[in-house]
């Protein structure tokens, strides 16, 4: 796999170092992961490896395109290599699983803003759309099922209440 890393990063006018192949490594392994995540699996190679490393690894493989970051609201911002395609993203609410959805149109942007001219759209040229779907994966569902069975009804005394523990119940 380094091979393919060194081609990756030479393309790209990057030198090849040891963190930058960690984190290609790491990203191949588990896309769709957080700094942390990457500093952890890379880190299982490399003990030594600092954070300040990996997000200055981050930045510049996202600045060359050789990484895609994206940030699901209320999250960490993600990455993944999965570049140059026109795919959005669909997450978890309960566990945040991340899937890759393939766009159904096809070609970019694959949305486009509506057709209602103003003086803030004028002159802008639309060449991404960046959709995050937010929904309950089916093993969420069906944990949830199992625990709906389990569990007896509590009755809940306010509207504050019910939302504190639907939140905490996940």
Same mark, same amino acid.
């Not at 069906?142 to 569990?151: P, Y």
């Given at each position: ?22 984190? @290609? ?41 050789? $990484? ?30 991340? $899937? #890759? ?9 694959? @949305?486009? =803003? ?12 639309? #060449? ?20 709906? $069975?389990?569990? =007896? ?18």
């Amino acid at each position: 796999m380094r091979s393919r890393w060194e081609e990756m990063l030479r393309a790209a006018g990057l030198r090849v170092t040891v963190p930058r192949s960690l984190v @290609l490594s790491a990203l191949a392994e588990r896309p769709h992961s957080d700094a942390d995540a990457v500093l952890a699996a890379a880190r299982r190679s490399y003990p030594n490896l600092s954070a300040q490393a990996v997000y200055g690894v981050l930045k510049a493989l996202a600045a060359s395109s050789l $990484v895609r970051r994206f940030e699901p609201a209320g999250a960490a911002a993600l990455y993944e290599l999965r570049v140059g395609d026109n795919h959005h993203h669909l997450v978890c609410r309960r566990c945040r699983t991340v $899937v #890759d959805v393939d766009c159904a149109v096809g070609s970019a942007p694959c @949305l486009t =803003p509506s057709t209602v001219t103003s003086e803030a759209r004028a002159g802008f040229v639309v #060449d991404e759309a960046e959709v995050i779907f937010w929904g309950v994966c089916a093993d969420c569902r069906a944990g949830a099922d199992r625990e709906a $069975v389990r569990q =007896p009804a509590v009755p809940m005394t306010n509207e504050s209440d019910n939302h504190y523990r639907r939140e905490t119940s996940a």
